[in-house]
């Protein structure tokens, strides 16, 4: 069996993004980039499946800038088989309904049956391609996992909620998005760096796909959050249940 | 055009949440109902029924849906999709679950976590864990949003009950199969609509410290957060994550204790009306945003603290 795990290229976790002058977006020139940490998670899952022989070959997508390239070296650097880069040439700003139809697509010419991918991505934080994927396939969906268990055809899933943990099950093929807790990636070695450029990683123009894609979604503007004010640092607990009691009242 | 308001279900008094979003779905259209899954929620039913503004209250009444998966729960809103203009669903687990398989079905985006209504199709909300608020315009007929409860208020007021339409239609269930729920049991509020919240970090070293904020909570009849490190760590289980991939609280008081404020932890709590920052390192990030701040030891501050209050 295949799995796909779609990754993408985003602002390092660390970084502390700045917004444009003009607020038309965040400052991502010269800015660290990385691979989103939930699907670094995803991947790694997909590696331990392949080391496990649960899963035979781990395919790699990134849509996106040419750039993206970068994110899937890393990608088949860690153990990933082969990559395929979806290049959106000048639509940088694809919504997530135009993301999960380029994967429906990508599922269906590659024949998939099993889609392994992040819950949101930190950019964004929309939280919504999985879901979308899964309802385009009509394909059962299982977001958050944080554990996996694969007996043949079936599956257990547990997934965090806000009430605590579900367990589901389902059978493939399935669409699962992964939670911080499932894993903890491995890091690249230096000999499947040098390996990892070797490995297949196709390029498509998201032209040449034959899809087409409405715009659903316009961007306004992106701006800085309101900055609160000032902290004041207090001398004693004294002081603190002072304030919480006769200045702001809320004890 | 009316809204629809998908209400978690399992409240067992209708908080905070449910009556934010319906004031959301009000915002939207005057002509707001409401659809709760499960067959058990007839007291949450009877209540919605009262909250001021709202028309109608569908019940789906499948068990399936006493823990609804997000195929048959997106197929019971498609069922009633063609008659309204907003389908609108908080922005927690369960939300987020069910609705972007309801947006793709019916081939419109979605907006995530939505904390501002600008006009009838734009919309603000946050990205990058709260570090920018980007606002958006909807281009499709139909919007579809899930809604960040924590920015909108509870509606106070009654009216008599608005009448109540059952709905017994069994949807398939060919997908996943629900198994269990491992709950968290707590006499505590619910960390989202605490209005008091106490969270530790990696400062109280092991899970046994984590016993002096859980005393601090009780004493202020607060919820217990913790940060990821918290979790990551092992000291609590991690539904108490506040953070960008935990929990996004809002509450009037947030007492931050051996939290540092890593960007992912502030994304989750920096809505709170008073933050008070209990941290060693005068240096924490989480000072910058703390309304007051004590430097110095949580082992001696916290127990002070708790005797002065008790």
């Known amino acids: 069996m295949k799995v796909l795990v779609p990754v993408k290229r985003v602002i390092d976790p660390y970084v502390k993004i700045r917004v444009n002058q003009d607020l038309s977006g965040v400052q991502t020139e010269q800015v660290k980039m990385a691979m989103n940490p939930f699907d670094e998670i995803a991947l790694e899952e997909a590696i331990r499946l392949k080391e496990k ?3 035979d070959e781990i395919i790699i997508i990134s849509i996106g800038e040419s750039k993206s390239q970068e994110t899937l070296r890393h990608g088949l650097a860690l153990g990933a088989d082969r990559a395929i880069l979806i290049d959106t040439e000048n639509k940088p700003n694809l919504c997530s309904l135009n993301i999960a139809k380029i994967l429906q697509k990508i599922v269906q010419d590659e024949s998939i049956e099993f889609v392994l991918m992040g819950k949101q991505a930190i950019d964004g934080d929309n939280n ?15 977001t958050y996992a944080s554990l996996l268990k694969i007996n043949g055809k079936k599956l257990e899933i547990t997934r965090e909620v806000d009430a605590g943990l ?47 894609l409405k715009e659903h979604i316009q961007i306004v503007k992106v701006e800085p959050p309101a900055q609160r004010k000032g902290g004041e640092i207090l001398n004693s607990v004294d002081e603190l249940v002072h304030k919480l009691k006769s200045v702001d009242k809320i004890i | 055009m009316a809204s629809l308001v998908l209400i978690e279900p399992k409240l067992e008094a209708l908080a905070r949440a ?68 907003y389908i609108i669903a908080p922005s927690s687990t369960f939300g ?16 995530s976590d939505v904390i501002n209504i600008i006009s009838q199709d734009t919309f603000q909300h946050p990205i990058y864990a709260g570090n920018a608020i980007e606002t958006v315009k909807c281009l499709d007929d139909k919007k579809v949003l899930s809604i960040r409860t924590t920015a909108f208020d509870p ?12 709905i017994t239609t069994n949807f398939p269930q060919n997908h996943g199969q629900f198994k269990q729920l491992i709950e968290h049991k707590s006499k505590r509020p619910e960390l989202t609509q605490a209005d008091r919240i106490v969270s530790g970090g990696r400062g109280l070293q092991n899970a046994e410290n984590f016993k002096i904020i859980e005393k601090l909570a009780d004493l202020l009849g607060a919820a217990i957060g913790a940060s990821r490190a918290a979790v990551d760590a092992g000291f609590i289980p991690n539904e108490f994550q506040v953070g960008q991939t935990g929990k996004v609280v809002a509450p009037t008081l947030y007492i931050a204790i051996g939290i540092s404020g890593a960007i992912q932890h502030l994304a989750g709590m920096k809505d709170a009306k008073v933050i008070v920052a209990i941290n060693k390192d005068e240096d924490a990030p989480i000072f910058e945003i703390a309304t007051y701040g004590l430097v110095g030891d949580l082992f001696k501050i916290v127990p002070e603290l708790i005797n002065k209050l008790s």
């Not at chain 1, 919504?128 to 299982?142: E, R, V, Y």
């Not at chain 1, 890091?187 to 040449?208: E, G, H, R, V």
């Not at chain 2, 106070?156 to 059952?166: A, D, G, V």
């Open chain 1, 53 to 55: 022989k649960l899963v």
């Open chain 1, 128 to 142: 919504q391609t999985p879901q979308m994927l899964a309802s385009l396939l009509d394909w059962p969906q299982a």
């Open chain 1, 166 to 212: 579900e367990v589901i099950n389902a059978d493939f093929p399935i669409v699962i998005s992964v939670d911080l807790r499932l894993n903890t990636p491995r890091y690249a070695s230096l000999p499947n760096i040098m390996q990892a450029k070797n490995k297949p990683l196709a390029i498509k123009k998201l032209a040449f796909l034959g899809l087409s």
């Open chain 2, 18 to 85: 449910g009556s934010s979003l319906i004031n959301a779905g009000l915002k939207l259209d005057q002509d707001t109902h409401v659809l709760v899954l499960g067959s058990k929620e007839e007291a949450l039913i009877n209540k919605i029924a009262l909250i001021k503004g709202v028309k109608k209250v569908y019940w789906a009444t499948d068990p399936v849906f006493n823990y609804p998966l997000a195929e048959s729960a997106s197929e019971c809103i498609l069922a009633l999709a063609k008659n309204y203009a």
């Open chain 2, 96 to 111: 987020k679950n069910i609705l972007p398989k309801v947006a793709a079905k019916l081939d419109v985006a979605q907006v």
């Open chain 2, 155 to 166: 509606i106070e007021e009654q009216q008599p009950s608005c009448p109540i339409e059952k």
